[in-house]
C-alpha cells in the first residue's frame, strides 16, 4: 500500500455505523461478538471505536454475495 491510499483511507465512527445499517448498540455489539457475521473489527481512536469504510464495503459485498442481509 502506498502512503498516499493509507492516508485516504476514511474511518466512521460507531454512531455513524449504526445510523448506516439502521441498527442499535446492542446489536453492533452483537455483530462484533458473533464470529460467523464477520463484522470488521473496530480501532480505537482514544476511547471511541471507528471502522474502515474499505472493510465495511467489503463486509457488505461478501453479505450480498451470499446472499445475506446485513
Known amino acids: 500500500m502506498e502512503a498516499t491510499d493509507e492516508v485516504a483511507e476514511m474511518y466512521i465512527s460507531g454512531p455513524k455505523v ?3 445499517y439502521g441498527i ?3 446489536t453492533l455489539w ?7 457475521s464477520g463484522f ?3 480501532i ?3 476511547r471511541f471505536r ?3 469504510l474499505s472493510a465495511l464495503v467489503e463486509w457488505e459485498r461478501e453479505c450480498a454475495r451470499k446472499g ?3
Open 18 to 20: 449504526r445510523k448506516r
Open 24 to 26: 442499535s448498540e446492542m
Open 30 to 36: 452483537r455483530w462484533l461478538h458473533e464470529s460467523q
Open 40 to 42: 470488521p473489527q473496530p
Open 44 to 46: 480505537y481512536l482514544g
Open 50 to 52: 471507528h471502522w474502515k
Open 68 to 70: 445475506r442481509v446485513a
